[in-house]
């Protein structure tokens, strides 16, 4: 193929800038691109990225990467109060997010600032201050890796749960995702404003009556007082999920940890702040030398300069066992680790 290249540094294509080669890499710009790219690579296994924003890479890529980089957008049904826009994998998630509140398109406000590209977004159900992808996602087309065959999935479909979707269990590997459809609020927005620090923010703001837009001003704010910029310091946002828990343990913890947070689930279950174990564990602002834990937000693991891909692994994987040991609480990774 004409866009076929070896040896390529995937450096600037993930957020932690680790400097990983790939041996064969293909830029693909359109659907077209990736079908006839799916056919000449049938011998080869292949690896998909996108934005690079949820991936830790430990080591040099043998298979063939194809990056994920088809853009567009555009609206495809409209009624007096909502509007259905479709938005092509290759588009960056912060700047699609920028492009609804321009047209004043509620429903993903609370999304802002999260990194990485719109394919990759349902893969992960990405989430923040109370709201999910799944709540305004309404179908995504993906093409089947090994056929090479169009599939719409509905929300349904999709099976979305906490940081997870059927393209991360039943279908993992299987399908590459094109191009996703929301479903957004014209007017009459529904404004999620109780979770987190939103309310305080928008009050410091001198903010009594918000827009979409004064709570996506709120959330940037927050996420740049807690986050580092990838672009200054490696990085791939929140590298661990917040874990659920029986009531049974969490009381115990309790009873341990009088002022250990919490979020009811349901009558049998708790989600706690990965952040808050991570941070009563001793970890918070802790380096290793080029890399550590970054010192406004716990859950973030940063590379400060040069760092492996496997030492941040290893630190990960000791922060796991000491919350294990401490809290007897397992906490998953969000980050995929290649």
């Known amino acids: 193929m004409s866009n076929l290249k070896h040896n390529v540094s995937l450096k600037p294509f993930n957020t932690f800038g680790l400097d990983v080669l790939a041996k064969r890499f293909i830029s693909i710009t359109s659907e077209s691109e990736l079908i006839d790219a799916l056919k000449n690579e049938t011998d080869a296994p292949i690896f998909i990225l996108g934005g690079g924003s949820n991936v830790l890479l430990t080591q040099d890529i043998d298979s063939t990467v194809f990056h994920i980089n088809i853009k567009g957008k555009s609206i495809i049904e409209e009624t007096e109060n909502t509007v259905i ?178 979020y009811t689930i349901n009558e049998d279950s708790v989600k706690i702040p990965a952040g808050w174990l991570i941070e009563k564990a001793g970890f918070k602002g802790k380096r290793f030398g080029n890399y550590g834990v970054h010192k406004n937000q716990a859950l973030v693991l940063v590379n400060y300069d040069d760092a492996e891909g496997s030492d941040i692994l290893q630190l990960a994987k000791l922060i796991q066992k000491t ?11 969000e980050v995929n680790i290649i």
């Open 323 to 333: 919350i294990l040991r401490i809290f007897k609480i397992n906490i998953e990774t």
């Open 85 to 262: 826009v479709s938005i092509n994998a290759g588009e960056n998630w912060h700047q699609f997010v920028q492009w609804c509140l321009d047209h004043n398109f509620g429903g993903i406000e609370n999304l802002s600032l999260i990194p990485g590209n719109v394919g990759t977004a349902p893969m992960q159900n990405i989430g923040a201050y109370g709201v999910e992808l799944k709540n305004t996602f309404v179908s995504c087309e993906a093409i089947h890796i090994k056929t090479q065959e169009k599939r719409r999935f509905t929300k349904d479909d999709c099976n979305f749960g906490y940081r997870e979707s059927v393209f991360k269990k039943a279908l993992k590997g299987q399908y590459i995702i094109t191009s996703v459809n929301f479903c957004l609020t014209k007017h009459k927005h529904v404004l999620y404003t109780d979770y987190g620090a939103i309310q305080s923010q928008l009050e410091l703001n001198g903010i009594n009556k918000p827009t979409i837009q004064d709570i996506s001003k709120a959330v940037i704010t927050i996420r740049q007082q807690k986050l580092p910029d990838p672009k200054i310091i490696g990085n791939s946002g929140s590298f661990f999920k917040n874990p659920v828990v029986s009531n049974d343990l969490f009381q115990e913890l309790k009873d341990n940890f009088p002022e250990i947070p919490s």
